[in-house]
C-alpha cells in the first residue's frame, strides 16, 4: 500500500483535531466544574441530572415555604402573648374595682384604662404579617376588627335594618331574630336578650337550671343597659377559612390560628360591658365580681389557642430539620452525578496538553519537505 504525503497529513491534521477536542472538553470541564455542557455528551448524566436538580429545587422551595410558615405562627404568637397579658391586666383592674371602697371617679378612672387595653387588643387582632392580616382567615387583605361597628347605643337600633346588629351578653353573641314594635328580640340557643328601645330595658331570658321538665322552664331577668353590647354584624370577622402551606410534598399545614376562638364579639362585648359598668355610678361590687369570670375563660381559649399553636410550631420545627437533612442528601447526590473532580480534571488536561505538544512536534518532522524549503 502507497502512503502519500496527502494521507500523512490528512491524518496528521485528524488527530492534532482529536487532540484539539478533548483539551476542550477537559477545558469546559475545569471551567464549568461539570461533567458535561450539553445534554449528548453524556444523556444518562443529563437525564439524571433533571431528577436530582429536582429535588433539590424542591428541597429549597419547602425551606422558603417554611420561612413563611415560622413568620406567620411566630407573629401570631406573639400577638396572643401580648394579649393574655393585657387580659390579665383587664382581670386584675376588675379585681381591684370591685371593692366597694373604691369612688366612681376612680372607678371612671380604671374605666379609661381598659379602654386603652382593649384599643391594644384590637391593634393585635389587626396584626399583620408581610403586609397580611393574619387573624382574618383566607381573607388576608381586609382587617378583621373594624371599631367604628362597635358599641352601638341602646337608642340607636331603630336606625339599623333587621338583622345588621347581635348582641354580646356574658360571654355570648345573640343574633338578631326578630322585631315587634319597640321591642327587638335577639337569641342565642335556648336564651334571648329582649331589648325595648321605648322604655330602655333590657330582658334576659334563659332555661331555669332548677328544672326537670322537657323542654327546660324559662326565666326571665332585668338588666341595666350597660350589661348588653350592641354592634353590627361584621364588627369582628368570623372568617373561619384556614391559610394552609405546603411543607412536604402533598402535605400542607394551616399556619392560623381559628380568629373566633380568641379575638371575637364576645370578648370585645365583654370589655366594652366592664368599661360601661365602670362609669356607671351605680354599680355594686358584686356586678363587678361577676364579670370576672368572663375573662377567666377569655384568658383560658387565648392559652388553649397559644398551646395548638405551639404544637403546630414543634411539628414545623421536627419538618425543617428533615429538609435540612434532605438538602444535604440531595445535592451530595447531584454533585457525584454532575460535578467533576477537579485534581484528576487538571492532571488530564495536562496530561493531554503534552500529548498535543508530542503529536505536532512528531507531525512537524515527518512532514516531507516542501519545494520551498529548498528554495531558500
Not at 286 to 306: G, M
Not at 346 to 375: C, K, Y
Amino acid at each position: 500500500m502507497r502512503v502519500t504525503q496527502t494521507m500523512l497529513s490528512m491524518n496528521t491534521l485528524r488527530h492534532i483535531n482529536q487532540g484539539y477536542e478533548r483539551l476542550g472538553k477537559l477545558q469546559d470541564q475545569l471551567a464549568s466544574q461539570k461533567k458535561i455542557t450539553r445534554a449528548h455528551q453524556d444523556p444518562v448524566v443529563a437525564m439524571n441530572g433533571m431528577r436530582y436538580r429536582t429535588q433539590v429545587t424542591e428541597v429549597d422551595q419547602f425551606k422558603r415555604n417554611l420561612a413563611e410558615v415560622y413568620n406567620w405562627m411566630d407573629s401570631a404568637d406573639s400577638a396572643l402573648d401580648i394579649t393574655t397579658q393585657a387580659l390579665h391586666r383587664i382581670r386584675e383592674l376588675t379585681v381591684q374595682a370591685s371593692n366597694d371602697t373604691f369612688e366612681p371617679t376612680q372607678r371612671a378612672n380604671i374605666a379609661k384604662e381598659i379602654e386603652q387595653l382593649r384599643a391594644h387588643i384590637e391593634s393585635m387582632a389587626n396584626t399583620k404579617a408581610n403586609n397580611k392580616y393574619i387573624f382574618n382567615g383566607a381573607n388576608t387583605m381586609n382587617a378583621p376588627v373594624d371599631t367604628s361597628k362597635m358599641n352601638i347605643s341602646v337608642g340607636d337600633l331603630p336606625n339599623y335594618e333587621n338583622g345588621q346588629l347581635e348582641v354580646s351578653f356574658n360571654g355570648k353573641v345573640f343574633q338578631f331574630d326578630h322585631a315587634a314594635g319597640d321591642t327587638h328580640t335577639f337569641v342565642n340557643g335556648l336564651e334571648t336578650i329582649t331589648i325595648d328601645v321605648a322604655t330602655n330595658t333590657v330582658t334576659h331570658t334563659s332555661p331555669d337550671p332548677k328544672s326537670n321538665t322537657t323542654p327546660p322552664a324559662m326565666v326571665s331577668n332585668s338588666l341595666k343597659d350597660w350589661n348588653v353590647t350592641v354592634s353590627q354584624v361584621g364588627a369582628v370577622s368570623t372568617n373561619r377559612q384556614a391559610v394552609e402551606i405546603e411543607i412536604l410534598k402533598g402535605v400542607t399545614l394551616p399556619v392560623n390560628v381559628t380568629p373566633q376562638n380568641i379575638f371575637s364579639n364576645a370578648l370585645f362585648g365583654d370589655i366594652i360591658r366592664l368599661e360601661n359598668a365602670l362609669k356607671d355610678p351605680s354599680t355594686k361590687g358584686e356586678d363587678l365580681t361577676k364579670l370576672i369570670s368572663n375573662f377567666d375563660k377569655h384568658i383560658d381559649q387565648f392559652v388553649a389557642e397559644r398551646a395548638e399553636l405551639g404544637a403546630r410550631i414543634n411539628r414545623v420545627e421536627m419538618v425543617d430539620s428533615r429538609l435540612m437533612e434532605q438538602e444535604v442528601i440531595a445535592r451530595r447526590i447531584m454533585s457525584n452525578n454532575e460535578d467533576v473532580d477537579i485534581e484528576r480534571t487538571i492532571v488530564d488536561l495536562m496530561t493531554q496538553e503534552s500529548v498535543h505538544r508530542a503529536a505536532l512536534s512528531a507531525g512537524a518532522r515527518i512532514m516531507q519537505p516542501t519545494l520551498l524549503d529548498f528554495l531558500r
